[in-house]
C-alpha cells in the first residue's frame, strides 16, 4: 500500500472513530465532567501507547532531550489547550455553531502552510478545501447562525475559531518532527504531556469524585474514549499527518461532524435531513478533490535525431 493510500484509509478510519468520540462524550460527560473526562482519555491513552512501544517497538521510545520542551509545547496544543477552549466555547455556544467553527482548521491550515512557504495548494484542492467546509457549513447552519443572540454566543464562536487556528498551529508545527520520529513516538509523548497539564483543573474540577461515582457504562464509554477514541484515533490522525501534506490531514476534520451526526441518528435515534445528506455528499467531494492524487507530469516526446 503506497503512502498516500495509506494515509487516506488512516483519516478516513480517524474521522469515523473521532465520530464515535463525539457520541460516547455526549453521554458520559452526563456524568464525568469535561476536562476530568479529558484527562480520563487522554491519560488512557498515553498509557496504551507506551505500553504498546514497551512491547513491541523499545527503540521507538528514544527522543532527543533538546526534543522534549518540543513535544511538550505540541502536547499543551493538542491535549490541552484544545480541550479547554472546546469545552469553553461550547458552554457559550450551540453544538451546531461551533462544528461550523471547527471546520475552519483546514482554512487557517491553508493559510499558515502558504505564510511558512512550506505547501502550495492546486486550484482544485483549493477548490476541495471550501467546499467541504460549505458542506458542512450547509448542514449545521440550516437553521441559521445566530450570531446576533447575545455576546456569550459571538464570545464562544470566537473560542472555538481560536481552538480551530491551534489545531493548525499543532498539524503545521509538528509535521517537520517526522523526520526524526515516528509517529507512535510523537502521539505517546504529547498526549502524555497534554494529559499532565490537564490534571490539575481536572482535580480542581472534581475528577476523584467523579470516577469513584461511575457506572458501568460510564467506564464502558471513557475506555471507549481512551483506548479507541485516544490511542488509536490520534495514532490515526498523527499517521496521516506523516503520509500527508498538512492540509490534506486537516480537511478530515470536517468529516468528523458529519460521521457523529450519522452515528447520532443511528445510535440515539437523532433525525436526519435532506440537508444533510446533500452536505454530506459535498464534504466528501470536497476530500476527493484535496486528496485524489495528481495527474504525474507526461515524459517529453522523445525526437529522434537525423543522421
Known amino acids: 500500500m503506497s503512502g498516500a493510500v495509506a494515509g487516506n484509509a488512516a483519516g478516513i478510519a480517524a474521522a469515523i472513530i473521532f465520530g464515535g468520540a463525539v457520541v460516547a462524550t455526549r453521554e458520559a460527560v452526563q456524568d464525568v465532567p469535561p476536562l476530568s473526562l479529558a484527562v480520563l482519555r487522554f491519560g488512557q491513552g498515553a498509557l496504551v501507547l507506551f505500553v ?57 491550515t491553508v493559510f499558515l502552510t502558504r ?30 447562525l445566530g450570531l446576533g443572540d447575545d455576546a456569550s454566543a459571538l464570545t464562544g464562536n470566537v473560542l472555538l475559531l481560536l481552538t480551530a487556528l491551534g489545531g493548525a498551529v499543532y498539524a503545521v508545527l509538528a509535521k517537520p518532527l517526522f523526520r526524526r520520529y515516528a509517529p507512535l513516538t ?29 457506572g458501568g457504562q460510564t467506564v464502558a464509554l471513557v475506555l471507549f474514549l481512551g483506548i479507541l477514541g485516544g490511542a488509536l484515533g490520534y495514532f490515526l490522525i498523527t499517521f496521516t499527518l506523516a503520509r500527508l501534506t498538512t492540509t490534506q490531514t486537516a480537511v478530515y476534520i470536517n468529516l468528523n461532524p458529519m460521521v457523529a451526526t450519522a ?42 535525431s537525423v543522421p
Do not use: H, K
Not at 466555547?89 to 487557517?108: C, D, E, F, K
Open 115 to 144: 505564510l511558512t512557504g512550506r505547501e502550495v495548494l492546486s486550484p482544485r484542492q483549493l477548490g476541495g478545501v471550501l467546499l467541504s467546509v460549505a458542506g458542512v457549513a450547509g448542514v449545521f447552519l440550516e437553521g441559521g
Open 263 to 304: 452515528l447520532g441518528a443511528l445510535l440515539l435515534d437523532e433525525d436526519i435531513t435532506g440537508t444533510f445528506a446533500a452536505g454530506f455528499a459535498v464534504v466528501l467531494a470536497g476530500l476527493l478533490l484535496v486528496n485524489w492524487p495528481r495527474s504525474a507530469p507526461r515524459p517529453a516526446p522523445v525526437i529522434a
Open 186 to 214: 510523537i502521539t505517546a509523548y504529547t498526549m502524555v504531556f497534554g494529559a499532565v497539564m490537564l490534571a490539575p483543573l481536572a482535580l480542581v474540577e472534581g475528577l476523584p469524585g467523579a470516577v469513584a461515582d461511575m
Open 52 to 108: 504498546v512501544l514497551l512491547a513491541g517497538a523499545r527503540g521507538l521510545l528514544r527522543v532527543e532531550r533538546r526534543d522534549l520542551p518540543f513535544l511538550a509545547l505540541l502536547g499543551a496544543i493538542l491535549y490541552a489547550a484544545f480541550p479547554i477552549g472546546f469545552n469553553a466555547g461550547l458552554n457559550l455556544t450551540t453544538a451546531s455553531r461551533g462544528a461550523v467553527m471547527l471546520t475552519t482548521m483546514p482554512i487557517w
